[in-house]
């Protein structure tokens, strides 16, 4: 095979590189802020829940998380817990910030937030506090700004493949008079 059948086949399997327009940036951006201010929101009292010494207190995700380990007496699932409820928001960050081309920071933008409002609503806690519900509110707006992002991504690949389709002929066959 010579270069230019190679560069030829490098051109026809790689994939085409779609642009992200200032839309679909902008609202990536904010969708990104709110996982922020989700994981922020885990440093603030979270749920209610018993602890070791009997008493019932607000706990923080990352008091479960290393309250739990140092104590290891049976907090297994609040650890779990607390580890789940952080990495979720981590893992729509990561998705949101880095898939600038595809649309499957949309579906992660919608899984994760169910996921996580699922656990704070019916996870191990008595109560939720403050930081729960803040979180809870950054993911609604995530979930709903996904749905719209996937939307805007959905609208301008319409956009370019009729412009693609309006610079081809309709028809080829000749009229003639």
């Known amino acids: ?18 642009l992200e327009s200032r839309r679909t940036k902008r609202i990536r951006l904010a969708v990104c802020v709110f996982y922020i201010i989700a994981m922020v929101c885990c440093a603030f009292p979270f749920v209610q829940m018993k602890a070791p010494d009997g008493s019932i207190q607000f706990f923080t995700v990352f008091n479960m998380i290393f309250d739990g380990m140092r104590l290891g007496d049976g907090t297994a699932g609040a650890v779990v817990y607390g580890i789940v409820l952080f990495v979720l928001p981590l893992i729509g960050f990561l998705f949101e910030s880095f898939d600038k081309t595809r649309a499957f920071k949309c579906l992660t933008g919608i899984l994760c937030p169910m996921i996580s409002v699922a656990l704070i609503c019916f996870g191990p806690g008595r109560a939720f506090s ?23 991504i959905q609208e301008e690949k319409r956009g370019s493949t009729k412009i693609n389709n309006e610079s081809k002929p309709k028809h080829d066959f000749k009229i003639d008079k």
Do not use: H, N, W
């Not at 095979?1 to 779609?18: A, F, H, L, T, W």
């Open 130 to 152: 403050l930081g729960a519900l803040f979180s809870m509110i950054c993911y609604f707006l995530i979930a709903f700004m996904s749905v719209y992002l996937f939307l805007v």
């Open 1 to 18: 095979m010579s270069k230019r059948e190679i560069r030829e086949i490098r051109k026809i399997s790689k994939p085409e590189d779609v």
